[in-house]
């Protein structure tokens, strides 16, 4: 799976239902049901790469659906794995 | 929800400026001074501790306070975006290229009319021009995110269109406020207020324009084209709040009355206010019930509370500027 960070204009934050979007460039949000598969990257530093846990193939495969739909909304931004 | 998606900050009560509408003269009248720039940075740790998305900064004039910059550099710095709404008239060469030099930053200049005599009247005479000429710097420039926002009201609302114009002018966005009865609005009510007609007018206008930026403030008009620009709902304590000059916490910018002072930023955890505050609590359980059985229901959810209390002297009733609601209204009165 490839790796995601959020783009500079967007703010992510982790929230009980999974990750709460924020774009900047026209205040919309984004409420994401990810329950934990996704973790929001830290709020203040450098480190803008989306946390993925999942277990299990089919898991993976739905996450991966997941991340292609925020990357094509401009949430997110897919990046070479570490 | 765990924190607000955005605080407005009116960050200093210390304005240039006399303008008639002003939202924070009540605050300005009570004179409880503001926060020193220590407990500035305090209050930004704790918003981004909060999470908090952004931060709406206004005042008064917050390009008065000498330390604004740095604070605005701070809250950038802790992953905050910020926006800062100003009058314009401070606005030098200098002062935009340290602007420039920021990441996250949103500007929105304020202008009450497309034409001199109309701002003037509202902001106060010859500020039409000096407003112009902060805003030509900034165009000049090219500073990149800002829009230009006019307070909706009687006076200017023939020319909601020639300003319009005017962002686009200068390649900028539009954005319209929406006339409260709060602050200095209080007074101005019955001057300023829009008329049915107005209202009707004004729906159809933004739904004609859907890139103009309203706040999500007008959604007891909003038309069905609008309908995924934003929630259309009253956020006040659920997705924002408000901090005063003082430091006093409120649940919106239009709320900031005595009546719905929740805690004080400076002696309380700003998380446990927004958490546990009776007065946070009180407006996320409000529901108009009324509305329950309107079709818009899920448009606008009742309207905006503020605008209800000030005219109404309670939560629970309709936004009294909905056109469907108004007659509703009069039997209550």
């Given at each position: ?8 204009w967007?703010r ?5 239902f999974?990750l ?27 480190e ?16 991966g ?18 | ?8 900050w ?38 981004a501790?909060?999470e908090?998305?952004?931060v ?27 926006c ?21 930053l ?12 109309t ?5 106060g ?16 420039h090219?500073?990149p ?17 020639a ?11 539009t ?28 729906s ?23 309908r995924?620009?934003g929630?259309?709902?009253c ?10 000059p ?12 005595p ?12 998380a ?17 019930e ?26 629970g009733l ?16």
């Amino acid at each position: 799976m490839k790796d995601y960070v959020a783009p500079p204009w967007v703010r992510v934050r982790q929230e009980e239902f999974g990750l709460l979007f924020y774009d900047t460039r026209d205040t919309k949000l984004t409420f994401v049901r990810s329950g934990f598969s996704l973790a929001a990257p830290s709020f203040s530093g450098q480190e803008r790469r989306l946390g993925v846990r999942c277990e299990g193939e089919g898991r993976e495969r739905a996450v991966g659906r997941l991340l292609e739909k925020l990357e094509a909304k401009g949430l997110v931004v897919a990046v070479e794995p570490e | 929800m765990k924190a607000p998606v955005n605080v407005t900050w009116e960050i200093t009560e210390r304005c240039n400026l006399q303008c008639r509408h002003c939202l924070s003269a009540d605050l300005r009248a009570r004179g409880s001074g503001e926060l020193d720039y220590r407990q500035c940075l305090a209050v930004i740790d704790e918003l981004a501790a909060m999470e908090v998305f952004q931060v709406n900064f206004g005042g008064g004039e917050p390009f008065l306070r000498h330390d604004f910059l740095n604070i605005l550099r701070y809250a950038q710095g802790k992953g905050i975006t910020t926006c800062v709404s100003t009058n314009g008239t401070l606005v030098t060469d200098s002062l935009v290229e340290e602007l420039l030099a920021m990441e996250g930053l949103y500007l929105q200049v304020s202008l009450d009319g497309a034409h001199p005599e109309t701002n003037d009247a509202i902001r106060g005479l010859g500020t039409f021009a000096r407003i112009v000429a902060g805003i030509e710097k900034l165009s000049d420039h090219r500073f990149p995110d800002f829009s230009l926002n006019m307070v909706v009201t009687r006076v200017n609302f023939d020319e909601i269109a020639a300003f319009r114009q005017l962002a686009l002018r200068y390649g900028v966005k539009t954005r319209l406020s929406r006339f409260r009865p709060s602050g200095g609005g209080c007074s101005m009510w019955e001057d300023y207020r829009l008329t049915k007609a107005q209202l009707t007018e004004l729906s159809h206008f933004l739904g004609d324009h859907t890139e103009i930026l309203t706040g999500d403030s007008f959604f007891a008009l909003a038309p069905e084209s609008r309908r995924a620009l934003g929630l259309q709902m009253c956020g006040a304590a659920k997705m924002t709040m408000a901090i005063a000059p003082d430091g006093g916490v409120y649940p919106c910018a239009f709320l900031c009355d005595p009546a719905f002072l929740a805690g004080d930023a400076t002696r309380e955890s700003i998380a446990s206010i927004f958490r546990d505050s009776p007065v946070f609590e009180r407006l996320r359980e409000l529901e108009v019930e009324s509305c329950h059985a309107c079709d818009r229901f899920s448009v606008c959810h009742g309207g905006c509370p503020a605008v209800a209390y000030f005219l109404t002297d309670s939560l629970g009733l309709p936004d009294p500027e909905c056109l469907r609601a108004a007659a509703a209204l009069e039997e209550v009165r």
